[in-house]
């Protein structure tokens, strides 16, 4: 019987050590451009640990899809879609830090918004055009 116990402990202590991978904590980690535009995001092994984070694959690179500017802004900024897009079935919605939608409206190749009457702070921009949804924070100064 305490042979037995032993047998057990043994392999589960082995299999802890070799399985070590099992447990490695995966993050993500974003890049940001000067504006505070968010340009990449990628999945990183072993968060936890202090080192450089080990890139596995691209989740999105939107930044040849479309610009927004001025971010920061102090009223009214700009969404320019450089890519060809639905315009019929593609609309933008805005939320403040509490995720209430403050407006929506539909999205052209060139579209102003003006957040002028806003108080200053976070906002988060959504768009959605056909099946991809892009997410960007825009700073109202």
């Known amino acids: 019987m305490r042979t037995k116990y032993f047998l057990m402990f043994f392999v589960l202590a082995l299999s802890s050590v070799f399985s070590c991978d099992a447990f490695a904590q995966r993050c993500l980690v974003f890049k940001y451009d000067a504006d505070g535009n ?5 999945v990183s092994e072993n968060c936890g640990q202090l080192r450089d984070a080990l890139e596995i694959s691209e989740v ?3 930044e040849e899809e479309m610009m927004i500017y001025p971010n920061p802004t102090s009223g009214i900024f700009k969404i320019s879609m450089t890519k060809d897009f ?3 079935s593609s609309h933008y919605e805005l939320y403040d830090v509490n995720g209430v939608m ?3 409206n539909r999205l052209k190749k060139e579209t102003d918004i003006d ?3 806003l108080p200053s702070g976070v906002y988060l921009l959504k768009i959605v055009s056909g099946d991809d949804v892009i997410s960007r924070i825009i700073l109202k100064q």
């Open 102 to 104: 403050i407006m929506r």
């Open 115 to 117: 957040i002028g009457g």
């Open 86 to 88: 639905e315009e019929e």
């Open 38 to 42: 968010r340009t990449r995001r990628t």
């Open 60 to 62: 999105t690179d939107n």
